[in-house]
């Protein structure tokens, strides 16, 4: 499994941020999200400009955080009907949304493929499908790029949900394995303190996420950017909703600094079978019969959150990402080179009319540990 050189791109720190100490972890090196909830249209800009990570000569592609090219005036979302997870049919559909949101990788880069390992806990369900994520490794080595597959489950090691979902048998047909991100260096967060972000995300290229479309207790629902949490290390993610999720808007506005502080993201979503009436773990299956990929994650979300009836008003991630300002968050921001999304039937998907609060009280957090730890040594 190839592994990264250490390398963290560190973008200018946001104004007036303190310094505080990580959520969770000692204080340390800190890297800054590339936008803050106070930034102006010039501070947009500014986050965008081109620059060298260190050890490198070369400036990264000027673009938005999430991925989009802010010369463009409309965002390349791809759509496709797509009946089941056939190993063959699906490689194609893949091929064909990469080609149609412009998405191709070079040879030689290193590309992270993120999908969403939850916990084993209704893997099968709760998690991406391993046909989905193979299907974009397999692209991606055909590019010549070299991919990675991990993430940092809210419960367990990576290796061990990929193991109860499928996903690690899936990919060890193509020479991987599915390993934990891991290495955090402090993030220093726009409304204040830091957060342990992985260096193994930081240190690709380009970072692919492969999210399962899902109803959200807490977010109402998530796919592509809310999937970037997962870059957060262990624990430091529970520990951030005790921490922060009192706060109106805290939490939100962190998946955005998360989101933002990444190398260059584009995104394939899983929404085949989908989750419904709960989520994110327990729910129940949904046949949308959908995959879509976009090179902006968040114009991805913004249309699939429309296409099931919601609102930015009624998505609180979505709403934050409109107040930035951030290309893809409008819903006219997004052009459909494949299939229209009026061409989807969500009828009868069920999504909470209240959600659940974000913070986690102590005992919830403590909890929690346990069951990791538990399911780590199985």
Not at 73 to 91: D, E, F, K, M, N
Request: proline letters at 9%.
């Amino acid at each position: 499994m190839p592994e990264y050189p250490d390398r963290i791109a560190e973008p200018p720190a946001p104004a007036n941020a303190p310094a505080s100490p990580e959520l969770g972890a000692p204080a340390g090196e800190m890297v800054s999200a590339a936008s803050t909830a106070n930034a102006d249209a010039s501070d947009a800009d500014a986050a965008s400009a081109p620059h060298t990570p260190a050890g490198s000569s070369e400036p990264l592609r000027s673009l938005d955080p999430l991925g989009a090219d802010r010369s463009q005036t409309a965002i390349p979302v791809a759509l496709l009907h797509q009946g089941g997870y056939a190993r063959g049919p699906l490689q194609d559909a893949v091929e064909r949304l990469f080609a149609a949101s412009g998405i191709s990788f070079s040879p030689g880069e290193r590309v992270l493929v993120k999908p969403n390992l939850v916990s084993r806990a209704n893997a099968r369900l709760s998690c991406t499908h391993p046909e989905v994520v193979r299907a974009v490794c397999a692209h991606v080595l055909d590019c010549g790029a070299t991919p990675r597959v991990a993430d940092s489950p809210a419960f367990g090691s990576a290796a061990r949900v990929a193991e109860a979902c499928g996903l690690a048998a899936s990919v060890a047909s193509l020479g991987l394995r599915v390993t934990n991100l891991g290495r955090p260096a402090p993030l220093r967060l726009g409304l204040g303190g830091s957060i342990g972000l992985s260096r193994d995300a930081l240190d690709a290229d380009r970072i692919v996420s492969v999210a399962r479309l899902k109803a959200h207790g807490q977010f109402r629902v998530t796919a592509s950017v809310k999937n970037l949490f997962g870059c957060v290390c262990g624990c430091r993610k529970a520990l951030a909703h005790m921490r922060l999720g009192e706060t109106p808007g805290a939490m939100e506005s962190m998946v955005l600094d998360v989101a933002a502080a990444l190398p260059p993201t584009v995104a394939v979503a899983d929404g085949i079978v989908c989750l419904h009436k709960g989520g994110p773990v327990r729910g129940e299956a949904y046949n949308l019969g959908l995959l879509g990929a976009s090179a902006a994650p968040l114009a991805l979300d913004a249309v699939l959150f429309g296409l099931l009836g919601q609102t930015p008003g009624s998505v609180p991630l979505w709403a934050e990402a409109l107040r930035r300002g951030l290309p893809g968050a409008r819903p006219g921001d997004a052009a459909f080179p494949l299939a229209a999304p009026a061409s989807f039937d969500a009828m009868g998907f069920v999504i909470a009319a209240a959600l659940d609060p974000m913070r986690f009280e102590p005992l919830r957090f403590v909890r929690g540990r346990v069951k990791s730890l538990l399911d780590r040594l199985g």
